[in-house]
């Protein structure tokens, strides 16, 4: 006999998409290192998740912010 799910099972999101996979996957390796996701970067995975952002412009933008500046400047 089947039992009716408890309420708690009912509130999960239905899907998770591969790309909420991602992320969390990419937030996880982080926390592990011992960094933790600025505010900046959370709202950029949420416009990602949302599909407002893709995965190439988030990149650029990481890189951008976080790039080093040469030596020869």
């Known amino acids: 006999m089947r039992t009716k799910p408890t309420q708690h099972q009912t509130d999960l ?12 996957s990419a937030i996880a390796s982080q926390e592990i290192e011992g960094l933790h996701l600025s505010s ?16 190439s412009d988030l990149r650029t933008r990481l890189l951008e912010r976080y790039r080093r500046p040469s030596s020869a400047d």
């Open 13 to 24: 999101p239905r899907r998770i998409t591969p790309t909420a996979k991602l992320l969390a």
């Open 40 to 55: 900046q970067a959370a709202a950029e995975f949420r416009q990602v998740e949302a599909g407002t952002l893709s995965l």
